[in-house]
């Protein structure tokens, strides 16, 4: 098998180098706390109960799953698609191109690093309701009405090392430590409620069920809309997919199970905040609603409920929770970002050097980069980190549509209907989460605070200015083939900035007015009162005037700076489309040069090839060899064979890639040609001890009308690598019949083998002309790295499909999926005619035949071939003497004429020609070509020049025996 590098060496270096270490439940660990975090524990009393209730926020936190399960399909069909690192770049730059993939990480980039910053600084709210001000020590200042304490930041930045260290260890350390606090947060929750509903008798006490205001099913809907921020993350193990031990199919269910553990987590802490309340309240409403009065426990109705149904032990049991779900977040989160710098490192976004790939098989870094970051970042103060949160809902839509897309792209590609639904209503679904936080206007719960809009607008223009430096540096240009996703971010940037100014100047008109109404009540109501109140209201209303101007400044400014920058891309792309026309003509004169080089080397090649393979079969057809010479002859014909098959994939991949490949349709017997497959390889396979099958099953319609050559190489192709790459065990080959309809059938061809596989790195390129894969057992294995690349596009030409399943170590399958149209009862009636007929019972006696050759030996051996057949020769060295030779017979006297092409003096296409003029019938004598040029237009152009048939060299004596008597037939 033609089993190749990813790419470039430093490609080759951060793929090989990510060892698979992560189990399915590791995984779940990953997903699941990178989703719940600290967030779960808080939300319940500022966010989900005041919005809808307890069973409205249980509800729509699950009906929310639901709906991220259906973009979750999408990652698992793009996982198994491209098992690498990247997750969602990599699946927009493979199937929708890189800059779409740059979009996407760079919003991925902000969501990840967010959640890390935000589970970080959770620590210290934890301290402050159970400790008080146990860790407000050191130097303190205040930002956004926030107090930073010196000792917090230790805490934050204790906690960061710690999940930091966790990650660089690797291996099954990371992943036993992420599973261990998974469990620690799911189980301590589900402990938690089930001890309190126990001692509580049920859930009597759960009311109202919904929130005091608004309709039912508006405060379900207002949950729903929720969801890209509560499970944002669940998709962050796409990023380690190469790192999977186990197969990325099951990857959906997985991700399933994240979901749900997520959304019961979420339901039940939900549930616990509302069982009880601190004396004096009535009822979980009259709590919430005077929540900011409280402080220590009572401040978190989750924590003060689990204290107040078993005592302390509860408390300490959610708090183990709790700091399961903040270590789970920064762990998962620190994963996610350090496999998604590796291609973007390879790809130039981010420096190479936070891709690199240590022994333990982790980005170090990365890590270490991502951990710096983040530690500077509690600085802010927990009010400005939750603006920035806030980005990541919007970041989560954009993200979630640009997967969705491309699974829905890649489905109709691989014509897959599941994943063409799925991805469609992914779209749907993450189009509407986008529009929801987009205008909120229509909505209040859809609002985010101005701050974020803000930090969403700066984020944007910095990305435009980061891909500005990419495509400047993209030697290999990979970026800069997609207006359209600058266009969009330019657009999404202007209607956040509108968003954004219009909220800003919303509430500061508020204020403004707050403060006019409380002057104006507190001033007395006289003449001098009335001048005192127009002096402060013009006075207020300058203010305003000059904050707003400002606020329309900015936004200009940064409006201004991300247009400016939108030009130099969209520059730097018109530039590059003038160099690539100039390339492509370039190209095409290369490519014209190449073709004309290909064309002649093939010839060049083919005639020493004939006269190996003529000679080969000549002496095989002696009675008194002996078995030993009998053995080494059939070795030279073996090898005189593959040698051609090579020489054949390399011309074959040129005219691929040039377009001028085209199928040749032909009634075949699949039977036959399972059977001519069995009895090629038998021998080897005997040779190397392998057990070999060839079988086929429900083959209902047989006889079909194909390419057989084409569908004979991809056969060869499959089985020649399959023994190659199986060193001992089993070879196994089936053919069978899915089904048919409308008078074509569609046929799956199998080839599997116990060989030694290949990484799931290599499997996504595996079907890249010049691949082979990197190691001391490949490498002593001859190939061109073009088979599967010549196969898979055979494959397609023919309107099938190819894919591989492979493991190291336990083996390969090839799948073949191919549509061919059922032979009718005349076209099976010819071929089995021909079948029945063997090269040996050809027989021709009495016939003339002028051969035209210039080469001795090409000559000797079509003459021993055709006298043995029965056939009279007379032979001419050009295509003039051929003439002259036709010319100067009798009428009739010919009755074939086997042509050469390329001669001297006069080649065998003007030859042609000539002879076609002639008269008294002489010209009407059957010309076959029998010639070194072998491709379709070399086929065309024989018979644009007036040859009836064409056979190629290195003579096929089956092939042209039966070329022959068609030729022959149709003139009797």
């Known amino acids: 098998m033609d089993r190749g590098s990813s790419g470039t060496v430093a490609s080759q270096k951060n793929a090989s180098s990510l060892k698979p270490y992560l189990s399915p439940l590791s995984v779940w660990a990953l997903a699941f706390g990178c989703s719940v975090g600290w967030g779960a524990f808080v939300m319940p009393g500022n966010t989900f109960l005041p919005i809808a209730g307890p069973w409205g926020t249980v509800i729509g936190i699950l009906i929310g799953a639901f709906l991220m399960f259906i973009i979750g399909a999408s990652y698992r069909y793009l996982a198994g698609k491209y098992p690498s690192e990247g997750g969602a770049y990599t699946y927009a730059s493979k199937v929708i191109g890189h800059d779409h993939g740059f979009l996407c990480a760079w919003f991925l980039i902000l969501t990840y690093l967010s959640i890390i910053w935000a589970n970080a600084t959770a620590l210290s709210l934890i301290a402050r309701f159970l400790f008080g001000d146990l860790f407000q020590f050191g130097f303190h200042y205040t930002i956004a009405g926030f107090t930073v304490y010196f000792g917090e930041l230790l805490l934050s930045v204790g906690v960061l090392l710690l999940a930091l260290l966790v990650c660089l260890a690797g291996g099954r350390i990371t992943a036993w430590t992420q599973t261990l606090f998974a469990c620690l947060l799911f189980f301590g929750v589900i402990a938690v409620f089930a001890v309190i509903l126990v001692r509580q008798g049920g859930f009597q006490n759960v009311t ?32 380690s997919a190469a790192e999977f031990k186990f197969s990325p199919k099951k990857l959906g269910w997985i991700l399933g199970g994240a979901l749900f553990t997520g959304a019961l987590t979420y339901s039940l802490l939900a549930l616990t905040a509302v069982f009880r309340q601190p004396v004096g309240n009535d009822g979980w409403t009259a709590y919430l609603s005077k929540l900011g009065d409280y402080s220590g426990v009572e401040g978190l109705p989750t924590f003060f409920n689990a204290r107040d149904a078993f005592g302390n032990a509860g408390l300490w049991i959610l708090v183990l929770a709790a700091f399961g779900g903040i270590a789970t977040g920064l762990i998962a989160n620190m994963i996610a970002i350090s496999r998604l710098a590796v291609p973007l490192s390879r790809d130039g976004i981010l420096p190479e050097s936070l891709g690199r790939i240590d022994r333990r098989g982790v980005p170090k870094n990365a890590l270490i980069a991502i951990a710096v970051l983040s530690a500077l970042i509690p600085l802010l103060g927990r009010a400005a980190i939750s603006w920035i949160v806030d980005v990541t809902t919007i970041g989560a839509a954009v993200v979630y549509l640009y997967t969705a897309l491309a699974a829905l792209i890649q489905g109709r590609r691989d014509r897959k209907t599941s994943t063409v639904v799925f991805g469609l209503l992914g779209v749907l679904i993450a189009a509407a989460f986008l529009l929801y936080y987009l205008f909120p206007n229509f909505w ?11 930090i969403f607008v700066i984020w944007s223009i910095l990305g435009f200015l980061v891909f500005l430096r990419t495509i400047r540096k993209d030697d290999k240009r990979s970026f800069g083939h997609s207006g359209v996703v600058w266009v969009f971010l330019l657009m999404l940037l202007m209607i956040i900035s509108m968003v954004w100014i219009r909220q800003a100047m919303q ?18 109501h006289n003449a001098a009162g009335v001048v005192k109140m127009d002096s402060f209201a013009t006075k207020e209303i300058r203010e305003f005037s ?62 020493p090839m004939n006269a190996i393979i003529g000679y080969t079969h000549l002496a095989l057809a002696e009675e008194d060899i002996t078995e030993k010479n009998r053995e080494y002859l059939n070795k030279i014909d ?7 098959s090579l020489i054949n994939d390399v011309l074959d991949m040129n005219r691929i890639e040039s377009g001028k490949m085209e199928m040749e349709p032909v009634p075949a017997d699949l039977n036959r040609l399972m059977t001519e497959a069995e009895e090629i390889f038998a021998v080897q396979m005997r040779e190397k001890r392998l057990i070999y099958t060839v079988k086929t099953d429900h083959l209902s319609h047989p006889f079909v009308v194909c390419d057989v050559n084409r569908l004979e190489r991809i056969l060869m192709n499959l089985i ?32 599997r083998d116990t060989g030694i596989g290949m990484s799931r790195e290599f499997a996504a390129h595996v079907f890249e002309a010049f691949e082979r894969e990197r190691s001391k057992t490949v490498e002593s294995i001859q190939g061109t790295g073009l088979g599967m690349a010549i196969t898979k596009s055979f494959v397609e030409m023919m309107g099938g499909t190819i894919r591989v399943d492979t493991e190291q170590g336990k083996g390969t399958a090839f799948s073949v999926f191919l549509p061919f149209r059922i032979a009718t009862e005349e076209e099976i009636s010819a071929l ?44 001419a060295e050009n295509g003039r003497a051929a ?14 004429v086997m042509m050469d092409i390329q001669m001297p003096v006069m080649n065998g296409y003007d030859a042609t020609r000539a002879i076609r003029v002639l008269p008294d019938g002489r010209g009407d004598v059957p010309i076959i070509a029998m010639s070194a040029n072998a491709f379709a237009e070399d086929v065309a152009e024989a018979k644009k020049a007036g040859m009836n048939d064409h056979v190629s060299k290195p003579i096929d004596v089956p092939v042209m025996m039966a070329t022959i008597q068609r030729v022959l037939q149709k003139k009797n």
């Open 507 to 524: 509430a500061e008109t508020d204020a403004t007015a707050d403060e006019i109404v409380l002057y104006h009540d507190s001033m007395e």
């Open 546 to 607: 000059d904050r707003v101007f400002k606020m329309v400044l900015l936004l200009v400014s940064l409006i201004a700076v991300a247009v400016l920058v939108d030009f130099g891309i969209f520059s730097i792309i018109k530039r590059r489309e003038r160099l690539v026309e100039l390339e492509k003509k370039r190209v095409e004169e290369v490519s014209r040069a190449k073709s004309v080089f290909l064309s002649n080397m093939s010839h060049d090649i083919r005639t």
């Open 883 to 896: 003439v002259e030779a036709v010319s100067d017979a009798q009428p009739g006297h010919f009755d074939l």
């Open 638 to 644: 073996y090898s005189g064979k593959y040698l051609l």
């Open 444 to 454: 209040t719960a859809g609002k985010l605070a101005n701050e974020s809009y803000l």
């Open 720 to 751: 020649s690598n399959a023994m190659k790459y199986t060193p001992e065990g089993a070879v196994t080959v089936i053919l069978r019949e899915l089904g048919d309809r409308d008078g074509v059938a569609t046929f799956e061809l199998v080839v």
């Open 208 to 239: 109202p069920a919904f929130a005091p205001d608004g309709s039912k099913t508006g405060q379900v809907l207002t949950i729903i809309a929720l969801a890209p921020w509560a499970y944002i993350g669940f998709e962050s193990v796409s990023h």
């Open 832 to 875: 089995r005619a021909e079948e029945e007929t063997s090269a040996d019972q050809y027989r021709f006696d009495g016939l003339n035949v002028l051969l035209v050759e210039d080469n001795p030996i090409n000559a000797e051996i079509a003459t021993m071939l055709l006298t043995k057949a029965g056939f009279t020769l007379e032979h």
